[in-house]
Nanobody, 123 residues
Framework: QVRLVESGGGKVQIGGSLRLTCAASGHTIDSYTMAWFRQALGKAREFVSAISWTDGSTYYSDSVRGRFTISRDNAKDTVYLQMSNLKAEDTAVYFC????????????????WGQGTQVTVSQ
């Protein structure tokens, strides 16, 4: 069983930056596609970014492309999400997910989830 723990969330001003960390334990994640999703209050969970385990290819939603960067350190079983130029609409709980059984953008295809970390962007 893989346990995923997110950290790094918090409050930041518009235009600011944060780096989220997802630490895995229980099993190595070097053969898993890993992803970040987010869920704003009253809204459905949405795909943010994913990183392939095969060649490190990265994928982003249109709303974050160019502002967010996903990366992974397999030696540490850790995935990161560097968020820059944050906007108010980025406010949400951010979830780390691992081991995709479907397309990397489909939340329903991930076997493992973290508990989430709150990101609040305001003036």
């Amino acid at each position: 069983q893989v346990r995923l723990v997110e950290s790094g969330g918090g409050k930041v001003q518009i235009g600011g930056s944060l780096r989220l960390t997802c630490a895995a334990s229980g099993h190595t994640i070097d053969s898993y596609t890993m992803a970040w999703f987010r869920q704003a209050l009253g809204k459905a969970r949405e795909f943010v970014s994913a990183i392939s385990w095969t060649d490190g290819s990265t994928y982003y939603s249109d709303s974050v492309r160019g502002r967010f960067t996903i990366s992974r350190d397999n030696a540490k079983d850790t995935v990161y999400l560097q968020m820059s130029n944050l906007k108010a609409e980025d406010t949400a709980v951010y979830f780390c997910a691992g081991y995709s059984l479907r397309h990397w953008s489909e939340a329903g295809g991930y076997r493992y989830w973290g508990q989430g970390t709150q990101v609040t962007v305001s003036q």
